[in-house]
Structures are given as C-alpha cells and as structure tokens.
Nanobody
Framework: QVQLVESGGGLVQAGGSLRLSCAAS????????MGWYRQAPGKQRELVAR???????NYADSVKGRFTISRDNAKNTVYLQMNSLKPEDTAVYYC??????????WGQGTQVTVSS
C-alpha cells in the first residue's frame, strides 16, 4: 500500500506563488511516476505535471514556464512550485502515484484559490 499526504494549498492573489507538497509512505518502491492533477468545479480532472522515476517531466501546456515539479527521493516527497498564478489555476489539486499494474493512488486533495 502507498499513502499520500498533500499540503501547501491556500488562497493567493493573481501573480503570486504557492508550493504544494506530497509525501508518500508505505510501499514507495512500487511507484513509477508521481504527478499533480487538478479539478475545477464543473470540469474534468486534468494532468498538471508529472515526474517519472527516471526524472523526466511532463507539463500541461497551460502551466509550462510557470509551474515546476520536483522530488526529494530521500523524503519520498514531490513538490509543485507554482508561480505567476492565474485565477484559472483555481482548483482542487490532487497528488497521484502511479504503480504500474498495481494501479494509481490519490491524495485527498488540496484547494488552491487564486483571486483576481
């Protein structure tokens, strides 16, 4: 089993920054990729950024150049640094751990609200 605990959401003005953290525990050896997804009211959950076990990263076009995903392997923690935030970034952000054939694990979600 893998457990994910997220932190770092909150309310920020447009143009501001936030950093989200996701700490994984349990059978972390099974994780092949970790990522951040978000879901705004009335919209589908979408990928924001992902980091693979080899270190490569993927970003949604809407956040490229503004968000950075990184990880601390010693702490089994993934971070999402969000800069130049926009009101359209407002959503619940979910951490995800992909475990190949063992399936995905989701965090509880953390609210990010960007005021204009």
């Amino acid at each position: 089993q893998v457990q994910l605990v997220e932190s770092g959401g909150g309310l920020v003005q447009a143009g501001g920054s936030l950093r989200l953290s996701c700490a994984a525990s349990g059978s972390t050896f099974s994780i092949v990729a970790m990522g951040w997804y978000r879901q705004a009211p009335g919209k589908q959950r979408e990928l924001v950024a992902r980091i693979l076990s080899g270190g490569s990263t993927n970003y949604a076009d809407s956040v490229k150049g503004r968000f950075t995903i990184s990880r601390d392997n010693a702490k089994n923690t993934v971070y999402l640094q969000m800069n130049s935030l926009k009101p359209e970034d407002t959503a619940v952000y979910y951490c995800n751990a992909a475990r190949g054939r063992s399936g995905n694990v989701w965090g509880q979600g953390t609210q990010v609200t960007v005021s204009s």
